[in-house]
T-cell receptor
Framework: AAGVIQSPRHLIKEKRETATLKCYPI?????VYWYQQGPGQDPQFLIS???????DKGSIPDRFSAQQFSDYHSELNMSSLELGDSALYFC??????????FGSGTRLTVV | KQEVTQIPAALSVPEGENLVLNCSFT??????LQWFRQDPGKGLTSLLL?????REQTSGRLNASLDKSSGRSTLYIAASQPGDSATYLC????????????FGGGTRVLVKP
């Protein structure tokens, strides 16, 4: 069965650089979510999209933005990267309130 | 604001023992509750999903119960195996469009052979 695909798996960036993370949800899933998980922490909600419209926003810095495209894939853009942005970034998708399916995550390291 | 707590934070048991992991949440107006497993540095694997109208779900050696009124869920893992060693996360879906998940801090489980 198709899963949630995230790319890249690993990303190393320098401070003040920009990073773009991509997410391809399960086909026909109508909602996409982004989460950030710092070392030793539980995942924190960043933002979600329902049918390509932003549906909810969590503790997402102003330096971050996200969008969902017509083919339902989503991108998380992070600018002016800081050391504290180093984390695992997860994308998940769901259909009509069913359970979440998470991708394998992108490990971002800012040096 | 929904708060999710998991107790204990860590658990170490000998192989074969049953595991009991607890999750509590402050706002009973939930949409659903999901249990995940996470291996170190890896992604989140969904174990069980309980809709707000359900009392429990079972899958193999796993059983999860939900008591909305008291704000509690319990994950039972029968006859634990070393391969069950991982962090188990409870996450509550909010009763709103978008179904944002709020996670507990997780229970780190070690099953010793």
């Amino acid at each position: 069965a198709a899963g949630v695909i995230q790319s890249p798996r690993h990303l190393i960036k320098e401070k003040r650089e920009t990073a773009t993370l991509k997410c391809y949800p399960i086909p026909r899933h109508d909602t996409v979510y982004w989460y950030q998980q710092g070392p030793g922490q539980d995942p924190q909600f960043l933002i979600s999209f329902y049918e390509k419209m932003q549906s909810d926003k969590g503790s997402i810095p102003d330096r971050f933005s996200a969008q969902q495209f017509s083919d339902y894939h989503s991108e998380l853009n992070m600018s002016s990267l800081e050391l504290g942005d180093s984390a695992l970034y997860f994308c998940a998708s769901s259909y009509r309130g069913s359970g979440y399916t998470f991708g394998s995550g992108t490990r971002l390291t800012v040096v | 604001k929904q708060e999710v707590t998991q107790i204990p934070a860590a658990l170490s048991v000998p192989e074969g023992e049953n595991l009991v992991l607890n999750c509590s949440f402050t706002d009973s107006a939930i949409y659903n509750l999901q249990w995940f497993r996470q291996d170190p540095g890896k992604g989140l694997t969904s174990l069980l999903l309980i809709q707000s109208s359900q009392r429990e779900q079972t899958s193999g050696r796993l059983n999860a119960s939900l008591d909305k009124s008291s704000g509690r869920s319990t994950l039972y893992i029968a006859a634990s195996q070393p391969g069950d060693s991982a962090t188990y996360l409870c996450a509550v879906g909010e009763e709103a469009a978008g179904n944002k998940l709020t996670f507990g801090g997780g229970t780190r489980v070690l099953v010793k052979p």
